[in-house]
């Protein structure tokens, strides 16, 4: 029965049977409220990025916004608040997003408040990093606030970008120009 139940949750929570195989399989909740749902962006490239409000990368924001107006349509931007490195991300959910929205007027899709690092990482970080790991990407998991990780428009993980790494470096937008 017990092993019965732990099978059962498993076919639940991994609706590919056993592991996420992509991107799209993933689901978070959305800062405002609602859901972000990955597979709606089959067709553009997706960047994800840890972030944090009180970090010396904070100003980061600023480029991410622009760069996600900038490419809008090619290409969407997905943060995700954590608390992981010097308790950079304190606030709650609302206060995260009156920062992002008053500071630095945010309309990319952010999650809510996660963690990406330690036991309690969250699924889609754990499967970032092992597609890391896998290719050979380094650094596979983050080492900081705002390491970026990038999606091709089939959901294929094929570069990752280390967190002082800058949204408009030309490695980045090279990456985001490039056919895969």
């Known amino acids: ?22 991107i799209y399989d993933f689901k978070a909740p959305s ?15 997706i960047l994800v990025v840890n972030t944090a409000s ?19 349509g090619k290409l ?3 943060g995700f608040p954590a608390n992981n490195f010097g308790h950079q991300e304190p606030g709650n959910n609302k206060e995260i997003s009156e920062f992002c929205t008053k500071e630095y007027h945010i309309s990319f899709p952010m999650a809510q408040k996660i963690s990406v690092l330690g036991a309690d990482t969250d699924p889609i970080y754990k499967w970032l990093e ?25 959901g ?16 980045v937008i090279a990456a985001i120009n490039k056919k895969y």
């Open 1 to 22: 029965m017990f092993k019965l139940l732990l099978f059962s949750a498993a076919v639940l929570f991994f609706p590919t049977g056993g592991g996420h195989n992509n």
């Open 31 to 45: 800062l405002t409220g609602g859901e972000i749902n990955f597979s709606q962006y089959k067709g553009e490239k």
């Open 54 to 72: 009180l970090c010396g990368n904070t100003p980061q924001y600023a480029d991410l916004e622009k760069l996600y107006n900038q490419y809008k």
């Open 76 to 78: 969407v931007i997905v």
């Open 130 to 154: 092992a597609e890391a790991q896998k290719k050979g990407f380094s650094p596979a998991m983050p080492q900081w606030n705002f390491q970026k990780y990038l999606l091709d428009e089939k």
């Open 156 to 171: 294929e993980l094929v570069a990752v970008f280390s967190p002082k790494t800058q949204p408009f470096d030309p490695a």
